[in-house]
């Protein structure tokens, strides 16, 4: 049975830190492309980053660009959202998700087969 099991969510104060840890079990084939979503109440699920896992390019969304380091330890089967510079308007639920295809629908969710069950990220100012 496949499991992305996502850890490291907490609450913290505006300018901080967090990293978030992505770890995957019970996969035959290592998934091509690793990503994070987020998701905050009310609102659609949003593409953070994305990384392909077997020559680490990276992808991010505009709003994390320079703040937010995707990263992943195959040796670990788990990937990484390292968060700095943190805003209260990256307060949400965090999930990280896997696929067997590229990185190129990397914002679209269908594009991923595997999901975590989440860990929450809270921002306060």
């Known amino acids: 049975q496949v499991q992305l099991v996502e850890s490291g969510g907490g609450s913290v104060q505006a300018g901080g830190s967090l990293r978030l840890s992505c770890a995957a079990s019970?996969?035959?084939?290592?998934?091509?492309?690793m990503a994070w979503f987020r998701q905050v109440p009310g609102k659609e699920r949003e593409a953070v980053a994305a990384?392909?896992?077997?020559?680490?390019?990276?992808y991010y969304a505009d709003s994390v660009k320079g703040r937010f380091t995707i990263s992943q330890d195959n040796a670990k089967n788990t990937n990484y959202l390292q968060m700095n510079s943190l805003k209260p308007e990256d307060t949400a639920m965090y999930y990280c998700?896997?696929?067997?295809?590229?990185?190129?629908?990397?914002?679209?969710?269908?594009?991923?087969?595997?999901w975590g069950q989440g860990t929450q990220v809270t921002v306060s100012s």
């Open positions: 990384i392909y896992t077997d020559g680490g390019h990276t």
């Open positions: 998700a896997g696929g067997p295809s590229s990185c190129w629908y990397w914002t679209q969710e269908h594009a991923f087969g595997y």
């Open positions: 019970g996969l035959i084939d290592r998934p091509t492309c």
